[in-house]
Every structure is written in C-alpha cells, then in structure tokens.
C-alpha cells in the first residue's frame, strides 16, 4: 500500500529549461556552458556544487576563472537561475489536494543552494505559503553530499525521512533516476516531458 510519495523537484514540479541557463551562461563569458550543464546531470563545478563539495562563493570563483572578463556573482547567479522557469499554481495545489487525501509528500531534489535558497524557494511561495507546507520532508543533493542516480541518496531519503521504500511512490523524469530508486525498494511513476505528475501517480 502506498502512503508516502518521494518528488523530484525539476522537471515534475518546477518547469526548467536547460537550454535558457546555457544561452545565459555563455552570454556572460562562460564558452563550454553546454558542456558543464546537463538536464539530468552536472558536470564540473556544477556538479561540485550539487554535491555539496563546494560553496557557492567556491563555485563562483570557479566559473569567473573559466570567463575571460570580469563578471559580478549575481550576472553568474541570474545566468544560473534561468534554468527555472516557474512552478504553475495549479501543481501548487495539486500537492495539496495529494496531502488532503492522506498522503504523505517528500521532495527529493539534485539541487544546490543558489536555486534553492532563492528561486526555489520564491516559486514555493506563489499561492501565499511555503515549501514546507506542501512537504513533511526535504532532501536535497547539496545537503546530503550525494547525488542521484547513487542508490545510496534513496537509503538516505527513507532513512532520513523515517519511510518505507515499500511504502513509497517515487515520482521523477529521468528513468536512470527510477531505475536507482526501485533498486532500493521504491515504486516508481515516470513523468515524460510534456505531462502532469497528476496523470502519472497510480496508488
């Protein structure tokens, strides 16, 4: 019986394109943007600060020695940040009608805290409330110092979060990320680009 459902962030939740952030990226200098920046995956100091291995101040640093011009961190950061492009309120209230139902909804999120502690987190706040009060748990890469497809984020996540994998609808875009997760335990619901987790989660 399922009871708790485990969301990835980007791509189910959050609207994202990879391609907005690359085109920023290397209009402020930064030529092998589309070779550091992955839809599923990171690379570089992108990938260092999603696993928690480097601070924002680190990564910053990082990408000004990559740009042969002197660049602010918020012209990185806002670069950066056009990877987001929102979360529609009406997904908003979906995970709330989930909650009401009797659910119990986690987030389990590759992210880092330049997204995190700003755009996140103002998307979040949208329908007048906020993260927290559509999760009962948060994971997130950065902070757990691991990354998935690793199985071993999952074992976290429901050691962490106090749940069963048994127990546990997954839901995420990448079917790497899937296949991770049932390793451990999970069930798991794919959600293709282009549709609503809503129609994807089957208890």
């Not at 690359?22 to 839809?39: F, H, P, R």
Request: glycine share 6%; charged share 25%; proline share 5%.
């Amino acid at each position: 019986m399922i009871k708790n459902l485990l969301f990835d962030l980007g791509g189910v939740i959050m609207d994202i394109r990879r391609e907005n952030a690359v085109d920023a990226l290397k209009q402020i200098g930064l030529a092998e943007a589309d070779e550091l920046l992955g839809l599923y995956e990171q690379k570089g100091p992108f990938m260092l600060l999603e696993e928690g291995k480097i601070t924002p101040v680190d990564f910053r640093n990082e990408i000004r020695s990559r740009i042969p011009h002197e660049v602010s961190d918020s012209e990185i950061d806002n670069a950066f940040l056009c990877f987001l492009t929102g979360i529609p309120v009406s997904r908003l209230r979906q995970l709330e009608e989930l909650s009401a139902s009797g659910l119990n909804l986690y987030l389990l999120s590759n992210t880092n805290p330049i997204m995190w502690n700003t755009r996140i987190r103002e998307e979040f706040q949208k329908d007048g409330k906020d993260i927290n009060h559509y999760f009962k748990g948060l994971i997130t890469s950065f902070e757990a110092k691991m990354m998935k497809p690793d199985p071993e984020i999952f074992r976290y996540a429901a050691e962490t979060l106090g749940i069963k994998p048994e127990e546990t609808l997954f839901i995420d875009d990448s079917q790497k990320n899937l296949d991770a997760a049932a390793s451990v335990g999970y069930h798991t619901a794919l959600v293709p680009p282009g549709t609503e987790f809503i129609d994807k989660i089957t208890l």
